[in-house]
C-alpha cells in the first residue's frame, strides 16, 4: 500500500502559503475650524500647543524640538519658528482656521509667538494672558532667638 504524493507546482505553493491581504480602514479626516494656542514663554524654552476647544493636543512644537540649543531657546525668533512650525501641522491636517491664544510666562518669545501665528494666516480672535500671580507670597523667615 503505497501513500500517492500530489506532486505541486512552485506556483501552486506560493498560492497555498500567500498571506491574505490585509484591509486598510481609512481615516476620518477630523476638521476642527477653531482652536486654542498654549504658549508657555520661558527665559529658557518656548513651548507651544495647538488643542482643540475641549483642550485636546492637535499639535505642539517647542524651540528646542526645532534644533535650537543652550541659550538661543529663549529668543524671540526661536520661539516665532517653534509657532510656525505647530501652526502649519495644525493647519494641514484639521484645517484650523481660528484661535484663541493663551499666553503664560515671561519669556522673550510671548509677542513673536503670536506674530508667527499671523504668517500662517489664522485668525486670532482673543488674547488671554494666564501668567500664575503669587498671592500669599514666600513663607516668612523663622523669628530670631537671641
Do not use: W
Amino acid at each position: 500500500m503505497a501513500k500517492e504524493v500530489k506532486q505541486t507546482t512552485p506556483t501552486e505553493q506560493a498560492a497555498e502559503t500567500a498571506v491574505k491581504p490585509v484591509i486598510k480602514k481609512t481615516k476620518v479626516k477630523r476638521i476642527v475650524p477653531t482652536g486654542q494656542v498654549h504658549i508657555q514663554a520661558t527665559f529658557n524654552n518656548t513651548i507651544v500647543s495647538f488643542t482643540d476647544l475641549k483642550g485636546n493636543v492637535l499639535s505642539s512644537s517647542s524651540a528646542g524640538a526645532c534644533g535650537f540649543r543652550g541659550s538661543k531657546k529663549g529668543t524671540a525668533y526661536a520661539a516665532q519658528v517653534a509657532s510656525e512650525k505647530a501652526a502649519q501641522i495644525a493647519k494641514q491636517t484639521y484645517n484650523l482656521s481660528k484661535v484663541d491664544v493663551f499666553v503664560k510666562g515671561i519669556g522673550l518669545g510671548r509677542d513673536s509667538a503670536i506674530r508667527g501665528l499671523q504668517n500662517y494666516n489664522l485668525y486670532v480672535e482673543a488674547i488671554h494672558d494666564v501668567t500664575g500671580i503669587p498671592h500669599g507670597g514666600v513663607r516668612p523667615p523663622k523669628t530670631r532667638r537671641v
